[in-house]
């Protein structure tokens, strides 16, 4: 936990982006950027876009992230995570790029790892080995301060998580395999589609490294049946991984005015 990076620098290493919306995970959000900003052995940026009609956070956000604000074009819009993340890359300084949740805490040497793992080769890096998921009241005390990490036991455990949570990706690779799909409007499905993409690159998928995801009320309808961007995921599942991202490539993404229109094959 620091409260900034030990060092800035116009050249990071490696450049964790975070995509946010309300208030809500204000506190989550802040717990994730303590963790980053103690980032042992690499030099790291961080940008929050937040995507919302109004700009809550960006007073609220430590003075070495950079802040983008992205007002979705239509009030109504649901949250869309693909664009925050392609509007991120776009603007990002470093040549590795982290996606990152805004409610998971990493160790202190997650940056570094991905680095020599990148350095050897590989394009897209999953480090994670364990998940642990804290409950409501454990979550609360450790953002107020009165507990520590390992003072409850987790309400549950994921191993091995692939497409999720936080993935390093070099830019250039990111770039080829077309970013994360702009047509995912709403929760659910968008990571699980580019972890498929993500397959036809040099990828170290052998987690080691234990994080934290910090309790939060889960979003309506994200696993429900009549999730329309569930039925996107199975729908593009359908189309190979090679015609998914030529037709991606074909697409201005990351534009600070909305998300893409889909030209896909479905």
Same mark, same amino acid.
């Given at each position: 936990?620091? !409260?900034?990076?030990?060092?800035?620098?116009? !050249?990071?290493?490696?450049?964790?982006?975070?995509?946010?919306?309300?208030?809500?995970?204000?506190?989550?959000?802040?717990?994730?950027?303590?963790?980053?900003?103690?980032?042992?052995?690499?030099?790291?940026?961080?940008?929050?876009?937040? #995507?919302?009609?109004?700009?809550?956070?960006?007073? *609220?956000?430590?003075?070495?992230?950079?802040?983008?604000?992205?007002?979705?074009?239509? &009030?109504? $819009?649901?949250?869309?995570?693909?664009?925050?993340?392609? =509007?991120?890359?776009?603007?990002?300084?470093?040549? =590795?790029?982290?996606?990152?949740?805004?409610? $998971?805490?990493?160790?202190?040497?997650?940056?570094?790892?991905?680095?020599?793992?990148?350095?050897?080769?590989?394009?897209?890096?999953? +480090?994670?080995?364990?998940?642990?998921?804290?409950?409501?009241?454990?979550?609360?005390? +450790?953002?107020?301060?009165?507990?520590? +990490?390992?003072?409850?036991?987790?309400?549950?455990? $994921? #191993?091995?998580?692939?497409?999720?949570?936080?993935?390093? @990706?070099?830019?250039?690779?990111?770039?080829? @395999?077309?970013?994360?799909?702009?047509?995912?409007?709403?929760?659910?499905?968008?990571?699980?589609?580019?972890?498929?993409?993500?397959?036809?690159? &040099?990828?170290?998928?052998?987690?080691?490294?234990?994080?934290?995801?910090?309790?939060?009320?889960?979003?309506? *309808? *994200?696993?429900?049946?009549?999730?329309?961007?569930?039925?996107?995921?199975?729908?593009?599942?359908?189309?190979?991984?090679?015609?998914? @991202?030529? !037709?991606?490539?074909?697409?201005? !993404?990351?534009? $600070?005015?909305?998300?893409?229109?889909?030209?896909?094959?479905?």
């Amino acid at each position: 936990m620091a !409260s900034a990076p030990e060092a800035t620098t116009n !050249s990071p290493d490696v450049s964790f982006i975070i995509g946010h919306r309300g208030l809500d995970r204000l506190p989550q959000l802040l717990a994730s950027l303590g963790r980053i900003a103690g980032q042992r052995g690499a030099s790291v940026e961080c940008i929050i876009v937040e #995507q919302d009609v109004e700009p809550h956070v960006a007073a *609220k956000l430590p003075n070495w992230v950079r802040y983008v604000h992205t007002p979705p074009p239509d &009030r109504a $819009m649901p949250y869309c995570r693909s664009w925050a993340f392609n =509007v991120g890359v776009r603007l990002c300084r470093g040549s =590795v790029v982290v996606l990152h949740d805004n409610d $998971m805490l990493v160790p202190a040497d997650y940056a570094a790892g991905i680095l020599r793992h990148v350095r050897s080769g590989h394009e897209v890096v999953n +480090l994670k080995r364990f998940i642990f998921y804290l409950t409501e009241r454990h979550t609360r005390a +450790l953002m107020a301060g009165t507990a520590g +990490l390992t003072d409850t036991a987790p309400e549950s455990v $994921m #191993q091995n998580s692939e497409g999720g949570g936080s993935i390093a @990706i070099t830019r250039d690779a990111y770039e080829r @395999i077309g970013g994360f799909d702009e047509s995912f409007i709403g929760w659910g499905g968008e990571d699980n589609e580019f972890w498929e993409r993500a397959q036809t690159l &040099r990828v170290w998928p052998y987690g080691s490294l234990p994080f934290v995801h910090l309790w939060h009320p889960p979003q309506v *309808k *994200k696993y429900g049946h009549d999730n329309p961007t569930l039925e996107r995921y199975r729908a593009l599942a359908n189309v190979t991984v090679e015609v998914r @991202i030529a !037709s991606l490539r074909d697409r201005t !993404s990351g534009a $600070m005015t909305g998300p893409a229109s889909s030209s896909s094959p479905v």
